[in-house]
């Protein structure tokens, strides 16, 4: 059975910084494209950032360098270090794992940034 975990979530003030996890069980992890999205109150979910089987990675336009995203395929994993919070930042964030026709999700951690 596939299982996605995130972890990490919390409430931060503004500026301050928080890492996400998310684990992965139940795949071939090294050979998934992985991501994380998030879905803020009232709005749609929207890409925060992407990793490739490759470690090739791509960000949104809106955070604009203030997080990081990152693998580690021996312990099956994803990383979001998120610097520089602000208030718009509140959401769920939810983990994605992506590989052919296969595409599993992660139940998400809640982030909420205070002003």
């Known amino acids: 059975q596939v299982q996605l975990v995130e972890s990490g979530g919390g409430l931060v003030q503004a500026g301050g910084s928080l890492r996400l996890s998310c684990t992965a069980t139940g795949i071939i992890f090294s050979t998934y494209h992985m991501g994380w999205y998030r879905q803020a109150p009232g709005k749609q979910r929207e890409l925060v950032a992407t990793?490739?089987?490759?470690?090739?990675?791509n960000y949104a336009e809106f955070l604009k360098g203030r997080f990081t995203i990152s693998r580690d395929n021996v312990k099956g994993a994803i990383y979001l270090q998120m610097n520089s919070l602000k208030p718009e930042d509140t959401a769920v964030y939810s983990c994605n794992a992506a590989w052919s026709f296969r595409q599993y999700w992660g139940k998400g951690t809640l982030v909420t940034v205070s002003s």
């Open positions: 990793i490739t089987n490759a470690g090739i990675t």
